[in-house]
T-cell receptor, first 110, second 114 residues
Framework: RKEVEQDPGPFNVPEGATVAFNCTYS??????FFWYRQDCRKEPKLLMS???SGNEDGRFTAQLNRASQYISLLIRDSKLSDSATYLC???????????FGGGTRLMVKP | DVKVTQSSRYLVKRTGEKVFLECVQD?????MFWYRQDPGLGLRLIYF???????EKGDIPEGYSVSREKKERFSLILESASTNQTSMYLC?????????????FGQGTRLTVV
């Protein structure tokens, strides 16, 4: 079993739609959680950190459930520019090793 | 701006060659990482380093070694390149203890082994 699992998609949604991505992680010692975004042929970049209390950044909302070892990302009012692959990331260990999920591809259509 | 620079964007090497991939970061970050990214498999950690001369194996270290003689530079070495090491290689750096948990990536090196 992979340490971080995501539905690979693709999720094809119309502009303006709300879309949710889920992620599960297997290592209960995981300490920090993130969502990264990767555009085609580009390097990953941090979208947002995920906090236990849940957090919001504009149209993006992230949630963490430590008991279920589950992380989510909600995107409201999707834009064409949101089309990308979204990577769930966890860190663990004294060296803060980062482990990436396989990514979920989102395609927003006009 | 943090900058992570990888020495080559594209590289073609022959089977059996020794290959060096270089990565330099300019923000004095403690942690540096090497990943490979393949379609359907996502980013997989090869090695990471949490300090000079310190390294830990990631999920797929076989066939690779690393070197971190200076804080700013983290090198990935393919001792004897094989065709199954054809991939996109991404270097990243991060320092979670200094006000930022973000990992910054280089632009990637697409390695083809023929």
């Amino acid at each position: 079993r992979k340490e971080v699992e995501q539905d690979p998609g693709p999720f094809n949604v119309p502009e303006g739609a709300t879309v949710a991505f889920n992620c599960t992680y297997s290592n209960s010692a995981s300490q920090s959680f993130f969502w990264y975004r990767q555009d085609c042929r580009k390097e990953p970049k941090l979208l947002m950190s995920v906090y236990s209390s849940g957090n919001e950044d504009g149209r993006f909302t992230a949630q963490l459930n430590r008991a279920s070892q589950y992380i989510s990302l909600l995107i409201r009012d999707s834009k064409l520019s949101d089309s990308a692959t979204y990577l769930c990331v966890v860190s663990r260990g004294a060296g803060n090793m980062l482990t990436f999920g396989g990514g979920t591809r989102l395609m927003v259509k006009p | 701006d943090v900058k992570v620079t990888q020495s080559s964007r594209y590289l073609v090497k022959r089977t059996g060659e020794k290959v060096f991939l270089e990565c330099v970061q300019d923000m004095d970050h403690e942690n540096m990482f090497w990943y490979r990214q393949d379609p359907g498999l996502g980013l997989r950690l090869i090695y990471f380093s949490y300090d000079v001369k310190m390294k830990e194996k990631g999920d797929i270290p076989e066939g690779y070694s690393v070197s971190r003689e200076k804080k700013e530079r983290f090198s990935l070495i393919l001792e004897s390149a094989s065709t199954n090491q054809t991939s996109m290689y991404l270097c990243a750096s991060r320092d979670p203890d200094r006000g930022g948990a973000e990992a910054f990536f280089g632009q990637g090196t697409r390695l083809t082994v023929v």
